[in-house]
């Protein structure tokens, strides 16, 4: 393995040594795309610890944005590279065993469509 690919994969893993993103992962496999509120409201997180959560699995790779405003929608990225297309294949069938008790209240009602990243 090439250097560049290692340090990619030892990002993805530290991104998910987190009990927390592993819970946000879980909620979008089974609710696609959420908005940084949802993720605060579903497992009682503030909105800087949300929004620093779902940045840190955006820079590693496994997840998009797309902005319409001032709300930010995250979602499961659409075109993974090879290293964080398989982590995430293992892990949709790990979270989907084993669901993620959210924190907080999930009593938000249905999330809007991920439409992915515009523009």
Do not use: N
């Amino acid at each position: 393995m090439e250097g560049k690919t290692l340090r990619h994969l030892a990002r993805i893993h530290r991104a998910l040594g987190d009990e927390t993103r592993l819970r946000i992962l879980g909620l979008l496999f089974r609710r696609g795309g959420l908005c940084v509120c949802q993720v605060e409201r579903m497992l009682g997180l503030t909105q800087s610890k949300a929004s620093r959560h779902l940045r840190y699995l955006r820079d590693a790779g496994l997840l998009e944005d797309a902005r319409v405003g001032a709300l930010v929608t995250y979602g499961i990225v659409r075109e993974p590279s090879p290293e964080a297309a398989a982590v995430l294949s293992t892990l949709r069938d790990i979270l989907a065993r084993h669901p993620v008790p959210p924190t907080g209240s999930a009593s938000e009602g249905p999330p809007p469509s991920w439409a992915g990243p515009t523009g």
